[in-house]
């Protein structure tokens, strides 16, 4: 039985599964309904939902009786409790066209910087409400994945530095509150694709040409310093990941897998348009659309794998555009020198080495790595100066606790900030591979790979 048919039916589903109408409820049909509420409010999932609804005809009643309110409560257990504002910008953003029209953007902006966006909203429209869960329950994949796919770098960093790093520690699971900064952060990426998703090249409608400088710059005006270089940790994640799944399909093409798939595909798919080392410096470009999707696309993508993977991505990269990047970035300086006016950021007290004790529990909160990256410049400079290493591995994002099983803390955070991702130097392209061509200069940088 489908969501939708749930939804809709007049009957329990219990009816129609159990011809003995005449057997006994099952035993929590008889609790009080002050714990029924709170069965139902500590859902976290559809799937959850749907076998208590199938398991119970009590539950069934109740949910058809405040369907929206109970799906508007479990979109939202899918967050930190600190993200209401968050979510609810996230779920206006949905509401919107996609791609939206600048006229809709401008508006949905103009309402964020008045605060007038439903955050104070009983419950939202059945729709929205069951998009957000889905988008919830991918978050959750990416939290998971990013925490994975980062610390693995730390770790890497802290053996080529040599540093006493705990393991145990190091890899353990995350907390409440670097769980919920990670929510946030994928959270107001999601809103960003909804804002700025890039159309499909057959689009000419003026008021659809898909990011718009000064509004994308706009959105991001109102995040304080910590919070854009949250968003910015996760496009470098993205693109780290990204690069692994253009590379996969680099390797099964040039193990012959791919052959007869790209001859199905057709002109699209000629070698020459994908696997050539000309093509292949547009491949950042390629990853700008991508990311312009948004988080159900992407998950697709990089749990794909053969054919599914490259005519997923082959594909869906036949437009070249700059997306987040773009807006990290101005024209007049280098990533992350933004200039904005932090005078309002979350900054409580200041780091000293050896704080044993610095330890948070909100996520508003500036983090211990944010503290230390800085310790030498003001709060109002931190936007403006580029740390593109620290943020390879989410610098901002993790507990004191972890900071200090990697080892980090004990070095200058400049030193550390060497060791980087590097995105611009690539291998030799698969038709250079294929023909013998010479090879370049390695992709390592300062002894890190970039796909370590």
């Not at 309904?33 to 859902?43: C, G, H, K």
């Not at 919107?96 to 009983?122: C, N």
């Not at 949250?230 to 193990?255: K, P």
């Not at 030193?415 to 090879?439: G, I, T």
Request: glycine share 4%; charged share 25%; proline share 4%.
């Amino acid at each position: 039985m489908s969501l939708g048919t749930l939804f809709s039916s007049s009957t329990s589903p219990v009816d129609n599964l159990n011809p003995n109408s005449n057997m006994a409820s099952p035993t929590f049909e008889t609790l009080l309904p002050e714990l029924q509420t709170q069965i139902m409010r500590s859902l976290d999932s559809i799937p959850a939902l749907f076998s208590l609804l199938r398991a119970s005809p009590r539950f069934y009643q109740v949910f058809r009786s405040r369907r929206e309110h109970h799906m508007t409560q479990l979109a939202f257990n899918h967050f930190h409790p600190q993200l209401s504002d968050d979510v609810m910008g996230l779920a206006s953003a949905l509401r919107l066209a996609r791609p939206a029209s600048r006229a809709s953007v401008q508006q949905y902006l103009s309402k964020r910087d008045r605060d007038q966006l439903d955050h104070e909203q009983p419950s939202m429209d059945l729709a929205t409400a069951t998009s957000l869960c889905k988008i919830g329950s991918k978050i959750a994949w990416f939290v998971e994945d990013y925490q994975k796919s980062s610390l693995q770098l730390l770790g890497a960093v802290g053996s080529d530095m040599e540093l006493e790093q705990d393991p145990q520690i190091l890899h353990s699971p995350l907390s409440a509150t670097e769980r919920g900064r990670l929510q946030r952060a994928f959270c107001r990426f999601e809103t960003f694709c909804c804002l700025f998703a890039l159309p499909k090249a057959d689009v000419t409608d003026s008021t659809l040409l898909g990011t718009c400088d000064n509004q994308a710059r706009w959105y991001l005006d109102g995040f304080t310093a910590d919070e854009v270089e949250e968003i910015a940790s996760i496009r470098d994640y993205l693109v780290r990941r990204l690069w692994g799944t253009f590379e996969a399909i680099e390797e099964d093409a040039m193990e012959g897998e791919l052959s007869e798939h790209i001859r199905v595909l057709g002109a699209q798919c000629q070698p020459r348009d994908w696997f050539s080392h000309q093509v292949k410096a547009y491949h950042l470009l390629y990853m700008e659309y991508l990311m312009s999707q948004g988080v159900t696309f992407l998950q697709r993508v990089l749990t794909s794998d053969g054919s599914d993977r490259a005519e997923s991505v082959i594909v869906d990269s036949t437009e070249r555009a700059q997306f987040l990047t773009d807006a990290l970035e101005p024209r007049f300086g280098s990533m992350m020198s933004l200039g904005f006016d932090e005078s309002e950021l979350n900054y409580e007290g200041e780091y000293e080495e050896g704080d044993e004790e610095f330890e948070l529990d909100d996520v508003d909160q500036v983090t211990h790595g944010l503290l230390w990256a800085h310790k030498n410049r003001v709060p109002k400079d931190w936007a403006r100066w580029p740390l593109k290493g620290l943020r390879d591995w989410g610098y901002v994002f993790w507990d004191s606790s972890r900071l200090k099983a990697s080892g980090v803390l004990d070095q200058e955070p400049e030193a550390v900030a060497k060791y980087k991702f590097n995105e611009k130097d690539r291998p030799l392209s698969v038709l250079e591979r294929l023909h013998a061509a010479p090879e370049r200069v390695s992709r390592l940088d300062n002894g890190n790979a970039h796909n370590a």
